[in-house]
């Protein structure tokens, strides 16, 4: 059995799947519900597909940024997306959701999954099996711990403010993750 390996190098890049994960799970399930209780059940469906496009199209099309380059864009897009996909859902509208979801998905699934993969890889070339692992144990618990948390808070402190909260995380994580890879060389 070979455990995970998480490369000191790729540290920042591997960590920011937490919030870009994060915030995915959080459209598929949170802000779905969210819209619904406010009456607008098909409208998490439009949300849900803008991301998923936009990421798949994003990957593409970014397939070949330098790792660096890709954190150091996508982290401020997941902000700014994340922003406007709970925005829409808090506020039930479709615009912000339509304006928001693909910015979302370029960012978490284009650029920082890319990025963070590619990085990671790079870090451990000898290794890259298990410098794979170690990046996905942390994608997949931002894909899973993330959306319990936001569903478990809005079971507590309602919906608004879960998202808010998550949002605020979105917000602090990127820019320390931005600080970090600031400091790493081009």
């Not at 059940?41 to 994003?58: E, K, P």
């Not at 451990?124 to 794979?132: G, I, K, V, Y």
Request: charged content about 5%; cysteine-free; aromatic content about 6%.
């Amino acid at each position: 059995l070979r455990l995970p390996l998480f490369p000191r190098a790729s540290m920042a890049s591997t960590m920011a799947m937490l919030p870009a994960w994060g915030v995915t799970g959080v459209v598929l399930t949170s802000v779905p519900a969210t819209l619904a209780s406010l009456g607008h059940a098909r409208a998490g469906a439009w949300a849900v597909a803008g991301m998923i496009l936009a990421g798949t199209l994003a990957q593409q099309a970014f397939r070949a940024m330098p790792p660096l380059r890709a954190m150091r864009l996508g982290l401020p897009l997941l902000t700014l997306g994340a922003g406007l996909v709970f925005a829409g859902a808090i506020l039930g509208s479709l615009w912000l959701l339509l304006l928001g979801a693909p910015l979302a998905g370029l960012a978490a699934y284009g650029l920082v999954y890319l990025g963070g993969l590619a990085a990671a890889t790079a870090a451990a070339p000898q290794e890259r099996p298990r410098a794979t692992a170690g990046f996905f144990v942390i994608a997949h618990a931002g894909f899973a711990l993330v959306p319990l948390a936001v569903g478990l808070a809005a079971d507590v402190i309602g919906s608004a403010a879960a998202l808010l909260t998550l949002w605020l995380f979105v917000l602090l994580a990127s820019l320390l993750l931005l600080r970090h890879l600031a400091r790493a060389p081009a």
